[in-house]
Each structure stands twice: as structure tokens, then as C-alpha cells.
């Protein structure tokens, strides 16, 4: 007999979610998310890095049903058979990275970030970005729209756009990747181990202003940033058997 679980429904703003979560809810009933066995979250992949981070304090895994575009990170969409599918289903745990950022005020600013921590030109001028990995200087200067350390897990959402590799998901690497460099030319990043420190500072931060992102939440008027892997926050997804992160991430690689 399968075990009825306490779930919790989240869903994005969208048409097609809230349908989605009036149906389910009705059907499954609604528990809290502190009180829930488990999370189902219905929208996109930004909708499910948007309920990761914001229940990450409860510690509860996240199934996600796709209601939204790309949906990387969800599951099929389906009404019938969730408690079953959710009983069956297999759990990746994830580590995310850590954004400490420094402003030109001087204020600190730090953020967590599961697929990238970006740092972006904001102007009109390419930016020029100096890179050090665990305190040695590596770059001296490069120029370019941006810079990105990307996980495994996000190694094919922004990373694989810029041309950065796709990383096995029990790598315990990360992926530098730059955003158009125009100097040095050739010059198309690096793959660092998980336990890495990287910084970079900005090179004429007034000239060439800067933003940084850990996913998508923007800092401006950054004079340096330092990554790093946070393996003391996890976060854990939940995926139907055959579908989880390690076959997705080498299907991408042949589509």
C-alpha cells in the first residue's frame, strides 16, 4: 500500500500553474510546507530555484511538475498517481554556491545561488575582470560581457549558453566559463575542483561598472566577488526513476 503523504503545493503565478494547483489541491488536499512530506512545486525551472531557496530552511524535498517553459529541473505534469510517483521517487542532493560580493559604497552583499553566480558588465564597455583561484592570481585580465562559476546542476542553463561544458552531476567540479571574451581571445574558461575559492575583481570598476547575480539576483556596482561551494546548505530534489539530474544532464549532451 502506498503511504499517503502530507504534500504541500506551491505554484508559479501563471495561468496554467494556478489551474494546476486548484486541481491537485482539491484532489490531494494541502498541507503547510513546515507540516508537508514533501513539496510539489508546479511552474518552470525558475520557479523551482525560486521554492528551493525559499523553503530551503525546512529541509523538506521539492518534486516539481513542469507548468512552465524549459523545465530542467521538473518532472512530467501528470494528475493522476502523484502519492505513487512521489513514493517511487529518486532524491538528488544538491550543493549550492556561495556569492560574496563587494560594492564600490563598501557595503557586503552575499547570496546563494543553485545553477551559476554570474558577474555581468552593466555599461556600455566591456568589462575586465582580474581572476584568482584559492588566493593565486590565475587571469590577469580578461575582457569580456562576463564571467560565471556554474555547478554541475546549472551546467546547462546559462554555462551551456555561454559555450561552457556540461558537468556529470557527481563531478565535484565546477565550471569557469566566460561571457564573450574578447581578450584573451582563445580563451574559454577553465574546470576547477568543488572545493575551489574564486575571485574576481574588477579592473576600472568606474569606468566599466560590473553586476553580479547568484541566479538571477542582482548586485550593482560590484568591486569583487568571491565564490565558493556551501556544502553545509543542501538542497534536496526530487525526480521520477530513470529521469533524475545524471541521465538529463548526458541526454542534453546528445540532443
Known amino acids: 500500500m502506498v503511504k499517503q503523504l502530507k ?9 496554467i500553474a494556478q489551474a494546476a494547483l486548484a486541481v491537485l489541491t482539491a484532489r490531494y488536499g494541502a ?28 529541509a523538506v524535498p521539492i518534486y516539481g511538475m513542469n507548468r ?8 512530467a505534469y501528470e494528475e493522476d498517481g502523484l502519492d505513487e510517483r512521489l513514493s517511487a521517487a529518486e532524491e538528488e542532493v544538491i550543493n549550492p554556491l556561495e556569492m560574496r560580493v563587494e560594492c564600490a559604497d563598501g557595503s ?22 582580474r581572476i584568482s583561484v ?13 564571467a560565471m562559476i556554474s555547478t554541475p546542476a546549472g551546467s546547462t542553463a546559462y554555462n551551456y549558453s555561454a559555450h561552457g561544458p556540461i558537468l556529470p552531476i557527481g563531478s565535484d567540479v565546477l565550471a569557469l566559463t566566460a561571457v564573450a571574451p574578447f581578450r584573451p581571445r582563445r580563451w574559454r574558461g577553465a574546470l576547477l575542483p568543488k572545493s575551489s575559492v574564486v575571485r574576481f575583481d574588477v579592473v576600472e570598476a568606474e569606468k566599466r561598472p560590473v553586476m553580479a547575480a547568484a541566479d538571477s539576483q542582482p548586485v550593482r556596482d560590484v568591486v ?9 546548505v543542501s538542497h534536496r530534489i526530487l525526480f521520477d526513476p530513470g529521469h533524475g539530474l545524471e541521465e538529463r544532464l548526458i541526454r542534453e549532451q546528445f540532443t
Not at 224 to 230: G, H
Open 7 to 15: 504534500i504541500a503545493f506551491v505554484a508559479s503565478n501563471v495561468e
Open 31 to 58: 498541507a503547510a510546507p513546515a507540516n508537508a512530506d514533501v513539496i510539489v512545486a508546479l511552474g518552470g525551472d525558475g520557479f523551482m530555484l525560486h521554492s528551493l531557496h525559499e523553503m530551503q530552511h525546512l
Open 68 to 75: 512552465g517553459t524549459v523545465g530542467f529541473l521538473m518532472n
Open 108 to 129: 557586503i552583499h552575499k547570496g546563494l545561488a543553485i545553477n551559476e553566480v554570474s558577474v555581468l558588465r552593466a555599461g556600455q564597455q566591456a568589462a575586465k575582470l
Open 134 to 146: 584559492d588566493g593565486k592570481l590565475r587571469l590577469d585580465e580578461l575582457v569580456c560581457d562576463g
Open 224 to 232: 569583487s566577488v568571491e565564490i565558493r561551494s556551501e556544502p553545509m
